[in-house]
């Protein structure tokens, strides 16, 4: 079986961007939404990105145009029924994806592939919904999809050998890394990302350093690209709150458990760039860092 065309469940922040990162290397893209104007948000965002992309001379008006003519957009599930992979970009939430998966096992050809971007569920969870284990298994793209070029390629202990070398080849063919992981929660990158985050919610909360000096501690002392509180907030911590919760849940140890501070923040909506305020204000032309007396 050759991937030709792909369905894409979702076309938010991840979903659209997978989309479009497929569609630019020449692949028919089949996304599907629950609702118009989810749909329509959506394709915005990738014109606008490509738009971006044109102003910066980083592709052609030609480029963007081909890119944009691969996409289909869709309410119907049923479209979906001839691809050969499918990729779920939905909510984080284990019945959600499961009666994802459910349904498209219904749909789509026997041969086809289906893959969950999930950052944290076990895999295995959702294919055990489907009468096809062996030929599902996590695809896990980075935030932005664009730009990030990670993908871990993840096998359950059902998901055939077939399957995941057709994956790990389609990977590569949108010009993305690919790595294996272990069907365990939070697979390698949040496996060792996530307590290094909440480590720098709790320094805060205890009073360690500012804001902003944590995050130059991090970047001038270890060289990375950016601050964790700030990469917090460019992941949106709601996001981060609840990978972390499903982490704890799964290994009941310390360093995965939501600080305080982080849970407060969440129920009070400071979920980072996505809503103009978390640890740095984004009220401004510049980014500015919050001051939190706890």
């Given amino acids: ?59 052609s008006t030609g480029q963007k145009e081909a890119t944009l003519k691969r996409i289909k957009g869709t309410l119907d599930s049923n479209d979906l029924a001839q691809c050969d992979l499918v990729i779920e970009a939905a909510l984080e939430d284990i019945q959600v994806k499961r009666e994802i998966f459910q349904k498209l ?22 294919a ?58 939070g697979f390698i ?30 970047q001038y002392g270890c060289g990375h690209p950016m601050g964790p509180l700030a990469l917090l907030d460019l992941i949106g911590l709601d996001v981060i709150y609840n990978v972390a919760n499903i982490m704890y849940d799964e290994y009941k140890e310390k360093k995965y458990a939501p600080p305080p501070l982080l849970r407060q923040m969440v129920i009070g909506g400071m979920l980072g760039k996505k809503t103009g305020r978390g640890f740095y204000d984004y009220s401004g032309n510049e980014p500015k860092p919050v001051t939190f007396y706890v």
Avoid at 14 to 25: F, N, P, R
Avoid at 27 to 39: G, N, S
Wanted: with cysteine.
């Fill in 105 to 126: 096992d219904g749909i789509c050809k026997d041969d086809t592939i289906l893959a969950t971007n999930t950052s944290s569920l076990t895999v295995i969870e959702i």
């Fill in 189 to 218: 990158v949040n496996l060792l990302l996530i307590p290094y985050l909440l480590d720098a919610i709790r320094a805060l909360g205890e009073g360690v350093a500012s804001v902003e000096d944590i995050d130059k501690g991090m």
């Fill in 128 to 185: 055990e919904a489907t009468k096809r284990q062996d030929r599902v298994l996590g695809l896990h793209f980075f935030n932005p999809a664009p730009l990030m070029p990670l993908v871990e390629v993840v096998k359950t202990v059902k998901t055939g050998d077939e399957a995941f070398r057709k994956a790990w080849e389609f990977v590569e063919s949108i010009k993305k890394i690919p790595i294996a992981a272990k069907d365990s929660t």
């Fill in 1 to 59: 079986m050759t991937v030709e065309n792909v369905g894409v469940i979702g076309c938010g922040a991840m979903g659209g961007g997978i989309a479009m990162v497929v569609a630019a290397e020449g692949y028919a893209v089949t996304v599907l939404e629950i609702e118009e104007r989810f749909l329509t948000a959506g394709m915005e965002k990738i014109d606008m990105f490509l738009s971006k992309s044109v102003k910066k001379e980083k592709i």
